[in-house]
């Protein structure tokens, strides 16, 4: 069982920057890759930034390009979100998630708020 928790949301202003933390514990061997999702309130979630710790590839959703950077530490079980130019559409929950012995990430943190205000 691996538990993951997030930190680092907030309310913020539109440009401004937050960088979101997760770390995870508990039985991370076989962790392959961690990603960022999110869900903006009525909306459905999304895949906002992945890495694949074999390999270092990423992928950023195209709304995110450019302003965000997702950055971890396999070994340390630890992810981040560097989130820049904020704006009132990243406004959204957002949830740390890992694969782990699987090709689907199947173990998720409860979530941290994120609120960008204009």
């Known amino acids: 069982q691996v538990q993951l928790v997030e930190s680092g949301g907030g309310l913020v202003q539109a440009g401004d920057s937050l960088r979101l933390s997760c770390t995870a514990s508990?039985?991370?061997?076989?962790?392959?890759?961690m990603a960022w999702f999110r869900r903006a309130p009525g909306k459905s979630r999304e895949l906002v930034a992945s890495i694949t710790w074999r390999d270092g590839i990423t992928y950023y959703a195209d709304s995110v390009k450019g302003r965000f950077t997702i950055s971890g530490d396999n070994a340390k079980n630890t992810l981040y979100l560097q989130m820049n130019n904020l704006k009132p559409d990243d406004t959204a929950n957002y949830y740390c998630?890992?694969?782990?012995?699987?090709?689907?990430?199947?173990?998720w943190g409860p979530g941290t708020r994120v609120t960008v205000s204009s």
């Open positions: 998630a890992a694969r782990v012995l699987s090709v689907d990430y199947n173990c």
């Open positions: 508990g039985r991370t061997i076989g962790n392959t890759g």
